[in-house]
């Protein structure tokens, strides 16, 4: 009889950039690619067109953490916000996590930078926790 191979769960992850690793996200998405398709007519052939790989292009990296009080993150966006010379793009890795915490796939992102900051919605009507994100654009995606 085979071994049963279950899938991995979606909760169990962790966000490292440029070596810093943060397990308190709530969510990461955006691992996606598309690779654009160029029609082209050839001469002579009247009835289609020929299909080839165009440019690649790759969704924005979307992080939501609970906010605590490390600001790491924030202050990145805040120093392209503010234009400042010494902002850095960075390389990082979404790491997903079997449950017993052992590393099982890595998507590595290259030259990433914020793009985009939202802060919390707050509602006093609720007990949830306050949700802050951010958006990342970067120049690839590889799953390790």
């Known amino acids: ?13 962790l966000v490292e950039i440029d070596g810093i690793a943060r397990a308190a996200f709530h ?12 029609e082209h ?23 939501k ?8 993150l ?4 805040r120093q392209w916000v503010k234009g400042d010379p010494a902002a850095k793009r960075k390389n990082g890795s979404i790491v997903m996590l079997d449950r ?11 030259n990433a930078w914020p793009t985009k900051w939202m802060g919390p919605t707050f509602n006093a009507e609720t007990s949830d926790v306050a949700i802050e994100s951010m958006e990342l654009a970067h120049e690839g995606l590889e799953a390790a």
């Open 1 to 13: 009889m085979a071994e049963r191979k279950d899938p991995f769960g979606g909760y169990n992850f």
């Open 27 to 38: 969510e990461a998405s955006g691992f996606d690619s598309t690779v654009d398709v160029v």
């Open 41 to 63: 007519r050839e001469g002579g052939e009247n009835i289609t067109t020929r299909k080839l790989p165009g440019m690649v292009k790759f969704s924005n990296i979307v992080l």
């Open 65 to 72: 953490w609970g906010i605590a009080d490390d600001l790491d």
């Open 74 to 77: 924030y202050n990145w966006h």
């Open 100 to 110: 017993q915490g052992q590393e099982k796939r890595r998507w590595n992102f290259t």
